[in-house]
Structure formats: C-alpha cells, structure tokens
C-alpha cells in the first residue's frame, strides 16, 4: 500500500511542533511494517540552507491559482525509508518562519493546488491513501470528489483526515473560494464547506474525507461536545460513523533515557537513581542554579501560547518557588506568554531558569533532568510531553483533557503501583497548586516518588500500536 501524508511540516525538515513528529513517525512506523509512504510538505526558505540530505529536482509545473500563475519546483529526497516530496516557490515559502502570515491563506491554497496538480500530472505515483494533517490541505479532498468525479484513475483513491488541533480551522473569504481553488461557489450555498459567513477548509475536510481521525480517543469524545468542539462538532457529528480517536506514541529510538546523547548519564527503569540524578545536577548547572537536593526541579517543555496553561503556571507555582522548590523552562511563542515566565525568573532568580526559543539538547536535558514535568493545558488533543516525560521517568503533572487523560495515571487516583504523575481536573490556578503542592510532598518521599518514577518509564506509548490501527484504517478503505 502506498500512503501519501499531506503536512504543512514534518520531521526531521522543519518543525513548530507535535505535528511534526507525529508525521515522521507515523511515517517510520508504517515502513518497518513494510508499507510504502511519501510525505509531502512546502519547501520553506529556512530548511534550504540546513537541509542535509541530498534534494533533487524531478519537476516543475505551473499552479493557477485564480488570475496568478504560480510556479512550483518540485523537489525530492528520501529520509529513513520515507519519501519526501517538497514543493518550493520562493513567492510563498522562502520566508523566516512557517506560518502566522497575513497570506497564509493563499500560501496553502497554493500548496494544496500543488498536492493535487502533482497527482493529477502523473509526476509522482498515485497513492492509495492520501492522510491530510490538519487544516492546511483541507480542500484536498474536496478537490478530487468535486473535480474528478468521473475521473477513474482517482476512483479508487481513499482519504484521511487527522485533526490534530481544532482550533486552526483555516478560514477564509467566501470569495476566494472560486479564485483560490476552482470551486463553484455552490459549494458555499448548499453548506458543504461553509463556516458561518465564511468557509474553513478543516470544516471541509471533515466533510468530504472518507474516514477523519484525531489524536486520542478522549478528544474525540471532546470534539462531539459543544465545549470541546470549538464549532465543529454538529459537522463531526454527522459524520459520527467515520470519526476515531487514535492516541499517538512517541519516537522511542529518539527518546530514550538508556542512551541519549544529549544527557549528562543514561538510565534505565530498573536503575535509574544516579542516572537521574545526575542529569539533574547538568540541568541545573546549565541554567546556573544551585542544587538542594531536598526540592524537587518542576520542568516545562511547550509552545508558548494560550492553550498550554502557562498563565496558571505564573499563578500557581509561586507558593512552590517561596518554599524553595525550582522551576526550568524552554519554548517560545506568543510574547505575554513569555513575559509571564520571565516575571517569575525576575522574582526567583535563584531558582527558575527560563530558554526562550527552540534548542533540542536543552528540551532533553529537561526531559530528563527535571522531577516533575508541567503540561497544565486548557486543551490538548494528545499532546507529546507528557509521553516523552514518562519515558525519562519525569512524572507528568497534568490537567486531564485530551491525551494527557489517556496517558497520565495521576496519584491522586491511583495506587503507588498504578501511579505515574498527577493531575487535575479544573481549569484553576488553585486546581493546579493542589497538584503541585501533592507532587512536592511526594517528592520528599522518596520510596513513593521512586515507585511512580519506575511505572512512568514502563508506560508504554510507542508507535506500535497506533501504528497498526492506522494501517488497520487505511486497509478497510482499500477494501470499500
Ligand atoms: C497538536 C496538538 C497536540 C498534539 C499534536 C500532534 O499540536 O495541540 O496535542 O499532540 O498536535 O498530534
């Protein structure tokens, strides 16, 4: 079977976060179960210079896009086993980040005419399965169901779309419907990829994909609810019978505390003690912080932005940090985020140290140099952190919505031999300074914390399983 994945980034080219390893992955998983897959993705200005793989050009061909005529260079390489297909145009992607454009709009109806032209003109094997990532190629189903309707070469052709986070519904005019993608305004009348007074291409997608996924069996659940649905889910709903949630893993040759070579030892979950501690002191070292072994190190790995808690982070850790306990944090995103973590580093210059901006050596570090790891997240449809924290025997400490509900068995539930973090369930600054105030006193008991610390990294959430029910998926649609 081949499977063609349709992401805006993936893994290891470029990167804003989990969707980009979740494709990779993926991606990984499927090949060693011996299928074929190909990832397509735009060629952004950034990855051109540090691109170290060899890139070649196999085609070029023109996007008409309304009255614009766009040229797209087609480029290729191959990464552990997986094809990569990379569409460049200097216009639209040879910029400094990835999105957050006034244009991205049209960017992406650019990338998404690209997909769809490069199918169409034969200049790449037509897929079995084309797996659509969120918002950014949302059209692409409607293209081939509206426009080739006909067409037998796309009559077998079956497609998925994976909604990794609800709240980027990619919406736009009613007017550029027809310029941006070809497509009868009609469309717009009769409902079909209309959004209130306007259209979104997530809202689109659900519609017209053969089968939608998203990325654990409690967002689903969430998604159908008019709280978690973020508008979507009357759309969701009537397509009810083609809806799953499919939690995702991690990459656990990537992440593994037994030989990591970005960390100060190794450690494994029947030995792990001086390991850890060790990382730890590295950790601290790193951010120029003393080391009083009596207070446990609460770490944050995240983008900055609203949906991952960090405002009751500010609020909720102070009581924790009087006390003498340490907080180290990385990311960057939006600016009163980052603002809210500097507060804290000028209040406790002893005790927190804050990164901000992206350095993969340090989120390491942290993985496993922290005791405790912070995701206190308003949403989060599965969410990567708190799986890789588990791994480094790093307990979780959550608020319980989405995956971190699927992967996190807090102690306040659970037994000690159950147990591998904490969490909470309102979303309170007071909800979270109960979770934290349970971790700190459970960290000064070490049998305990060292108990939970063992059933965290014997949590298993690598890609095996999901891996097969994707295939599962894929192959049901082959077969309708
Ligand atoms: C999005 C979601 C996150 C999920 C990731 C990968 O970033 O916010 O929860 O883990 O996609 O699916």
Not at 379 to 383: A, D, I, L, N, V
């Given at each position: 079977m081949l499977v063609l994945m349709v992401s805006s980034e993936a893994n290891p080219l470029a990167k804003t976060g989990g969707l980009a390893d979740v494709v990779y992955a993926l991606s990984k998983e499927l090949v060693s179960s011996k299928q074929e897959v190909a990832i397509v993705m735009p060629l952004y200005g950034t990855m051109f210079k540090d691109i170290n793989y060899p890139i070649r050009q196999i085609a070029s061909f023109d996007v008409i896009l309304g009255w614009r005529n766009q040229r797209a260079n087609l480029f290729t390489t191959l990464i552990d086993g997986i094809t990569y297909y990379l569409i460049d145009n200097e216009y639209y992607f040879?910029?400094?980040?990835?999105y957050g454009y006034g244009d991205d709009t049209e960017r992406f109806a650019f990338f998404t005419q690209a997909v769809y032209d490069m199918l169409k003109q034969g200049v790449v094997p037509l897929p079995d399965i084309v797996h659509v990532h969120d918002?950014?190629?949302?059209m692409l189903p409607v293209l081939f169901k509206e426009r080739e309707k006909g067409n037998p070469l796309f009559a077998k052709l079956k497609t998925v779309l994976t909604i990794?986070?609800?709240?980027?519904?990619g919406i736009f005019s009613q007017d550029l419907l027809t310029e941006f993608y070809g497509l009868p305004h009609q469309l717009y009348d009769n409902g079909q990829?209309?959004?209130?007074n306007q259209v979104s291409t997530l809202k689109s997608a659900i519609v017209y994909a053969d089968m939608i996924t998203t990325v654990s069996p409690t967002h689903a659940e969430e998604l159908l609810t008019s709280e978690g649905g973020k508008g979507l889910n009357s759309v969701i709903e009537l397509r009810k019978g083609r809806f799953v949630g499919i939690l995702n893993g991690i990459d656990y040759q990537e992440f593994n505390p037994e030989n990591d070579k970005y960390l100060a030892a190794h450690y494994s979950p029947e030995n792990f003690s001086a390991g850890k501690s060790l990382c730890r002191e590295q950790l601290l070292k790193t951010f120029h912080l003393t080391n009083d072994e009596k207070r446990p190190l609460f770490g944050l790995v995240s983008r900055l932005t609203w949906q991952k808690g960090i405002d009751l982070i500010e609020k909720a850790i102070r009581p924790a940090l009087e006390k003498g306990d340490y907080f180290v944090a990385l990311g960057s995103g939006e600016k009163s985020c980052e603002d809210l973590l500097e507060n804290l580093r000028r209040e406790f210059p002893e005790q927190v140290g804050i990164y901000l901006g992206y350095n993969n050596t340090l989120a390491h570090e942290i993985y496993a140099g922290s005791d405790i790891f912070l995701m206190p997240s308003l949403?989060?449809?599965?969410?990567t952190g708190q799986m890789i924290a588990l791994r480094y025997g790093t307990l979780p400490l959550v608020r319980y919505t989405g995956g971190l509900k699927d992967t996190v068995l807090g102690y306040e539930n659970n037994s000690v031999a159950k147990a591998n973090g904490f969490g909470f369930c309102e979303y309170s600054p007071e909800a979270l300074n109960q979770a934290i105030m349970l971790a700190t006193k459970t960290y000064r008991n070490s049998k305990v914390f060292s108990r939970l610390i063992q059933n965290a990294m014997l949590a298993n959430n690598d890609w095996k399983k999901s891996g097969e029910e994707y295939l599962k998926l894929y192959q049901q649609l082959k077969e309708e």
């Open positions: 040879a910029r400094e980040g990835l918002w950014q190629a949302g990794h986070n609800p709240a980027f519904q990829v209309r959004f209130g949403f989060e449809p599965c969410g």
